[in-house]
């Protein structure tokens, strides 16, 4: 009995060690983990929503309902932890209220994964040969400072930290004891995680496929190893084919982009892997360099403890001076003596440069060849087994240091394992102080005793039968990238919380990679209705939206809708309203040139144009000299290519006037591939000759209100520091963009003044750049 506790302390020591620091840290989230949320705000609340809801309200196991109504979105899509969402949906159905702890349950699992992650880590270490006790004080320091525990406050679904040290694990075990069981649980392993999320999925398949290759390339026994190497890559690579055929399998909405924008925003930098995020060294660091201009990427941090971030440092002054110096070369072999961790380190230095988007920062056409990896967005994250592998590195580097100085002396011994192991748990603890002090605050509101009373109230107001779907205002829809509404905080929280406890589907989004036909079509329902919208078309349900207003700066166009509503309930913080389904579509057209025609005769003229103040600024452009088969209006527009620079117009000076708000309007075409997205911008430039300075103000066409069929009308207001200024109206793409550019009548007139043209021949009206048909 004792000898067998005398074996198995360690491994005693990191499971009691696991236990007491969840209970510290976490131990009110884990007495009710049900009456909590890790986050209110961004990703994180929306994640939570799109797995709860999923469970408790689809009826489909494949497509979730509760956004971007009335289309849905495949669920592989909405980060909803897609395995473990539907395996409790399924149990639902035999277990009366499960669905009602679906939060409760995520919340076990994810803080449980962190004591998964102390066990990983320690037999990891053990499968590297470093000493039990050694492994069981390492793993606490490498755990603790993992960079996926920073994520369970935002991303659940990549915040398991124990998934590349487990998987490391299996790998590892295969090649040393050819256990062919283990091949089944590996296979299982690789599949899982890509039904967890895709991004970890493929993390772990990078860094499995890179481990296979060193391995296979170093291996002298390729020959006699063939077959096992062979159950490798297929353990490797199958899962991802499968997964890859079930979601073109399941996927019935058309037309995804396939060219996301952020590849080159969210690399990671060797900063992001040596610098200190947070306390204790973060802030000494800041002051030390404050002049030294360091921008830590969130989605690249990959922060490997002070202690670990100096070897890395030595390691790379020692490779640079053995180019020189034998000794160099000599310490060097010393220190890169253990095979499996080398062959590791290259492999997980090949995801690292890859983390860092090298070498397609260098050459960004490479791109083009391998289309694919465009779909990463966040190739920072790809730093996270490069941590795992360097901190095992350390872990073995540093053990040989303190053997060799303990046998030396054995008090200098013991005070530098304790400075070393010290310095890591210490910086490691502080940072999940902080993570836990975040995310203990947030009460769970998709249960509703712990709503606030004002949703309480609204709910009780809602007769969930009589109304199709939820319309949210401020509008938001994010998703496409090609036609986007950027997320308002409380628009969102208040649209899903609602949507959670009714059951009703939000017309809203924020989702990743929505069909660009869908995005289109639904941004069109909230655009003025002097316009066809093709949406009409796919609600066949004639019932009235519940409109979610959360009032927080409404554009004119959502506060006309807001008009054609019925307030059913009214808070400082919410408003509910009902909108028939035929006053949501219901033309305006008519009503606005009656209008015009009841006040032409107060009206200005000047230029063809009735203006509604004479004495305002006034300009046009309507490029009817450049004669194109692409036209919004008349015979011609401006046609050029979007990468680089276009100018649409230079402006005299003293044409605008100081502290005047001005409104600028242009239609431009987006009927071809990325015609407006991937950083396309319009923008007032402003040259202010007498200081040498610009100015600008810069609009992005893609988050257009206004659709009319193949064009865009992109609207914005500016103002001018300086009158004397001459003013350059531009749009400028990325170097590598391929689509053609297209824009036709640019207006710019005062803030609050209407200017109008009437064609008799067509029967339509130009209204603030509106071309609005008459229905007589």
């Not at 053609?740 to 009548?745: I, L, P, T």
Request: aromatic share 16%; with cysteine.
């Amino acid at each position: 009995m004792i000898q067998s506790l005398k074996k198995n302390a360690p491994i005693l020591f990191v499971i009691l060690f696991g236990v007491f620091f969840l209970f510290i840290l976490y131990g009110d989230i884990l007495m009710s983990p049900n009456d909590y949320l890790f986050t209110h705000h961004g990703d994180g609340i929306k994640n939570y929503f799109t797995y709860a809801y999923h469970i408790k309200h689809d009826s489909s196991y494949t497509n979730f309902t509760g956004m971007n109504y009335p289309y849905g979105e495949s669920y592989l899509y909405t980060d909803c932890h897609p395995i473990l969402s539907n395996t409790i949906q399924f149990l639902s159905s035999f277990i009366p209220s499960l669905d009602t702890y679906s939060v409760g349950i995520l919340n076990s699992i994810l803080l449980f994964s962190i004591f998964l992650s102390f066990i990983a880590t320690y037999y990891l270490l053990l499968e590297l040969k470093l000493e039990k006790w050694m492994s069981a004080l390492f793993s606490i320091g490498i755990v603790m400072l993992a960079p996926q525990l920073g994520r369970i406050g935002g991303h659940l679904s990549l915040s398991y930290a124990f998934v590349i040290p487990w998987t490391w694990w299996l790998f590892l075990r295969f090649t040393h004891t050819k256990d062919k069981k283990l091949i089944i649980i590996f296979l299982i392993n690789n599949l899982f995680w890509l039904f967890i999320h895709a991004y970890l999925g493929v993390i772990v398949f990078s860094f499995l496929l890179c481990l296979f290759t060193t391995n296979f390339i170093l291996d002298k026994n390729k020959k006699e190893n063939k077959i096992n190497y062979l159950l490798l890559i297929l353990t490797i690579c199958l899962p991802l084919i499968l997964f890859q055929s079930y979601r073109v399998a399941i996927d019935s909405h058309e037309n995804r982009t396939d060219n996301p924008s952020g590849f080159f925003l969210y690399n990671a930098e060797i900063d992001d892997i040596l610098v200190p995020f947070d306390e204790p060294f973060g802030p000494v660091l800041a002051k030390v360099a404050k002049n030294i201009k360091i921008k830590l990427e969130w989605e690249g941090r990959g922060y490997l403890g002070f202690s670990n971030a100096l070897l890395f440092i030595g390691v790379l002054l020692l490779s640079i001076l053995s180019i020189f110096l034998k000794k160099s070369r000599t310490i060097l072999k010393k220190l890169f003596d253990h095979k499996l961790i080398n062959q590791s380190l290259i492999a997980s230095f090949i995801v690292l440069l890859f983390a860092f988007g090298l070498p397609f920062k260098q050459f960004p056409s490479l791109l083009e060849f391998v289309p694919i990896l465009k779909q990463f967005r966040a190739t920072g994250r790809f730093v996270w087994p490069f941590y795992f592998v360097f901190t095992a590195f350390s872990a073995y580097t540093f053990l040989k240091v303190i053997y060799k100085t303990y046998y030396k002396n054995r008090v200098f011994g013991v005070l530098t394992s304790i400075l070393i192991l010290g310095l890591v748990s210490w910086e490691g603890f502080v940072a999940n102080l902080h993570f836990s002090n975040s995310i203990t605050g947030n009460a769970n509101l998709f249960k509703k005793e712990l709503l606030p009373n004002n949703l309480k109230i609204a709910l009780g107001k809602i007769n969930t039968s009589r109304y199709q779907g939820i319309l949210s205002f401020p509008f938001y829809h994010v998703g496409s990238e090609s036609f986007v509404r950027n997320i308002n905080e409380n628009s969102l929280q208040n649209s899903i919380v609602i949507s959670y406890h009714s059951g009703l589907q939000n017309i809203c989004s924020s989702l990743s990679r929505t069909s660009i036909e869908e995005s289109k079509k639904i941004i069109q329902l909230v655009g003025p209705n002097y316009y066809p919208k093709n949406i009409k078309n796919d609600l066949l349900d004639d019932r009235p939206f519940l409109i979610v207003n959360s009032g927080d700066n409404l554009t004119n166009y959502e506060k006309a809708i807001i008009k054609r509503a019925t307030s059913i309930y009214k808070h400082s913080s919410i408003e509910l309203l009902e909108v028939t389904k035929e006053e949501l579509f219901r033309s305006e057209s008519q009503n606005e040139i009656n209008q015009f025609k009841n006040r032409q005769s107060e009206l200005a003229t000047r230029n063809n144009f009735y203006i509604s103040d004479s004495s305002s600024v006034l300009y046009y452009q309507d490029y009817e000299s450049n004669t194109t088969n692409l036209k919004f209006r008349g015979k011609g527009s401006y046609k050029g290519i979007k990468k680089g620079k276009n100018t649409l117009a230079e402006i005299l000076p003293n044409t605008f006037k100081k502290d005047q708000e001005y409104t600028i309007s242009a239609w431009m075409y987006n009927g071809e591939k990325d015609a407006l997205n991937l950083w396309f911008r319009f923008i007032i430039e402003e040259y202010d000759e007498s200081q040498n300075k610009w100015y600008t103000t810069t609009i992005f066409p893609e988050s257009a209100e206004v659709i009319n069929g193949d064009w865009s009308l992109v609207e914005g207001t500016f103002r001018v520091k300086n009158p004397k200024s001459k003013i350059y109206i531009v749009t400028k793409g990325k170097k590598n963009s391929k689509a053609s550019f297209h824009a036709d009548d640019l207006l710019i007139k005062e803030q609050g003044v209407d200017v109008y043209q009437w064609n008799e021949k067509t029967k339509t009206l130009f209204f603030n750049n509106h071309q609005i048909l008459s229905e007589k």
